[in-house]
T-cell receptor, first 112, second 108 residues
Framework: EAQVTQNPRYLITVTGKKLTVTCSQN?????MSWYRQDPGLGLRQIYY???????DKGDVPEGYKVSRKEKRNFPLILESPSPNQTSLYFC???????????FGDGTRLSIL | GENVEQHPSTLSVQEGDSAVIKCTYS??????FPWYKQELGKGPQLIID?????GEKKDQRIAVTLNKTAKHFSLHITETQPEDSAVYFC???????FGKGTRLSVIA
């Protein structure tokens, strides 16, 4: 089954404790991206990757890191999480720009 | 950058009625116009899309219409059912920019 898998689905942690949210897709997509979803603000892109070893900033990259060492995986790293990063996060993949996006089911992060 | 506006932000309709959501964009170079549906606890899922060389596309009860001159496209849902209740997003600059979403409630 074609899917984008995110882990964990839920996480409560404390300020400053490094965390990683994993994302994996099995559709051989070149393009992957991370979004955060906040009430009233919709989906905002954090980082994206057009292919292995190629990443770029989206609209809200501050406080986040990503890596793309393999085509299927695109982890999101919060080196020193802060409460304003409490949000619902989505990973997505596609064959490229202007192509249908496939989303994971989301990761709800709470930073205390 | 791309300016995307989606209206209305909330919409309540009676079961069986039609619903229309409009998305306005600013980038005249946009050529792909998708709509996504997000159900509670899930990620957005593509429900219909259209490319700029087509004015309208229909899939059962769902249709998308495009007015490239006026820079807007709309989602039309006919004969609404309770399972249509969800948040709907347009994304005229996929995958970079999404609309802020429309919460549709279908009242049985």
């Amino acid at each position: 089954e074609a899917q984008v898998t995110q882990n964990p689905r839920y996480l409560i942690t404390v300020t400053g404790k490094k965390l990683t949210v994993t994302c994996s897709q099995n559709m051989n997509h070149e393009y992957m991206s991370w979004y955060r979803q906040d009430p009233g603000l919709g989906l905002r892109q954090i980082y994206y990757s057009m292919n292995v070893e190629v990443t770029d900033k989206g609209d809200v990259p501050e406080g986040y890191k990503v890596s793309r060492k393999e085509k299927r995986n695109f982890p999101l790293i919060l080196e020193s999480p802060s409460p304003n990063q409490t949000s619902l996060y989505f990973c997505a993949s596609s064959f490229g720009f202007n192509q249908p996006q496939h989303f994971g089911d989301g990761t709800r992060l709470s930073i205390l | 950058g791309e300016n995307v506006e989606q209206h209305p932000s909330t919409l309540s309709v009676q079961e069986g009625d039609s619903a229309v959501i409009k998305c306005t964009y600013s980038d005249s170079a946009s050529n792909y116009f998708p709509w996504y549906k997000q159900e509670l606890g899930k990620g957005p899922q593509l429900i219909i899309d259209i490319r700029s060389n087509v004015g309208e596309k229909k899939d059962q009860r769902i249709a998308v219409t495009l007015n490239k001159t006026a820079k807007h496209f709309s989602l039309h849902i006919t004969e609404t059912q309770p399972e249509d209740s969800a948040v709907y997003f347009c994304a005229p600059r996929t995958p970079l920019v999404f609309g802020k979403g429309t919460r549709l409630s279908v009242i049985a």
